[in-house]
Every structure is written in structure tokens, then in C-alpha cells.
């Protein structure tokens, strides 16, 4: 996710370093991965909303469309790396679904 924070920011030979540490068996390969994202608009309302966003989260806000890139980044790595990888989306569903769906996942994954 580093990686593919930074390719949004034009960053691009970080690819270079992924395949690196790909290729020394320098990454940690879990069985399952979540992946958390959110819609656009809920992500940027949560940041004007939340008294612990950080200048980092509200660049965001003037830049929206790094937000949605950084999401599709994170995903194409995971595929890239062919990780198994469940993708969650935190604005349509609570807290609480999420962590059920989490948990679901884990416990079909275990069988």
C-alpha cells in the first residue's frame, strides 16, 4: 500500500523496488488479505468531519482524484502479487457488517 501511495504521487520507479523485494522474498505473503475501501464522496466527508484527519488525509480533499487512484493501485498490486484478497466497502456497510463479513471470510477460508 506504501507503494502504490506513492505511485500516486508520481513515484513511479517504485515498481523497480516491488519487484526487488518480490523477487529476494522480502514481502510478507499472507493467505488472505482485506481489502477496506470506500466511495469517494464518504471518504472525503469522513476526513472534513474527523477532528483526527491528518494533513497527509486532507490533501485529499483538494486532490480527490489521488484518493481513487490510490484505491486501484493497492488493488492492481494485490492482483500483481496474486494475492487472495476480499475487498470491503467500509461507506456502504457498518462497522459491525464489515467485521461480520471479515470474520465470515476467515472462517470459510479456515475450512
Not at 508520481?10 to 475501501?37: A, H, M, S
Not at 486532490?63 to 487472495?84: A, C, D, Y
Amino acid at each position: 500500500s506504501i507503494i502504490a501511495y506513492r505511485e500516486i504521487h508520481g513515484f513511479q520507479n517504485d515498481v523497480i523496488l516491488l519487484d526487488e523485494y518480490i523477487n529476494r522474498g522480502l514481502l510478507i505473503n499472507p493467505d488472505l488479505t482485506f481489502l477496506l475501501i470506500t466511495q469517494l464522496e464518504v471518504a472525503l466527508e469522513r476526513i472534513r468531519q474527523s477532528e483526527d484527519s491528518t494533513s497527509l488525509d486532507r490533501m485529499f480533499l483538494d486532490h480527490p482524484e489521488r484518493f481513487t487512484q490510490m484505491q486501484e493501485s493497492i488493488e492492481k498490486h494485490l492482483l500483481r502479487l496474486n494475492r487472495r484478497f476480499i475487498t470491503i466497502d467500509t461507506g456502504i456497510y457498518t462497522i459491525e457488517s464489515c467485521l461480520e463479513t471479515i470474520n465470515k471470510a476467515i472462517q470459510l477460508f479456515l475450512l
